[in-house]
């Protein structure tokens, strides 16, 4: 069983900052891509980055230059660094994983997701 929890999401003002963690917990054998999507209200989900195995990360445009995925294979952790933040960038944002467990089979995991909302 993979789980992912994240923290850091809350309310921020145009321009500053907030740090996203998704803890990963579980036996996960493989780790293909761990990614971070958003949602926002009455919008569809969307990639906001992902790193795959071997570190290459990809954005989706609008965050080019401002976020920052990273990913600490000790710690089980992926981390979204936000700077600059604009009101556009306000969601529920999701951490999503490509994972195999131990003895198991690849599978796509989500947590549970966490809001930013970004207001003066």
């Known amino acids: 069983q993979v789980q992912l929890v994240e923290s850091g999401g809350g309310l921020a003002q145009p321009g500053g900052s907030l740090r996203l963690s998704c803890a990963v917990s579980?036996?996960?054998?493989?780790?293909?891509?761990m990614a971070w999507y958003r949602q926002a209200p009455g919008k569809q989900r969307e990639l906001v980055a992902n790193?795959?195995?071997?570190?290459?990360?990809n954005y989706v445009d609008s965050v080019k230059g401002r976020f920052t995925i990273s990913r600490d294979n000790a710690k089980k952790s992926v981390y979204l660094q936000m700077n600059s933040l604009k009101v556009e960038d306000t969601a529920v944002y999701y951490c999503?994983?490509?994972?195999?467990?131990?003895?198991?089979?690849?599978?796509?995991?989500w947590g549970q997701g966490t809001q930013v909302t970004v207001s003066s």
């Open positions: 999503y994983a490509d994972a195999r467990v131990i003895g198991g089979r690849r599978s796509d995991y």
């Open positions: 579980g036996s996960i054998a493989n780790s293909y891509q």
């Open positions: 790193i795959i195995s071997g570190g290459r990360t």
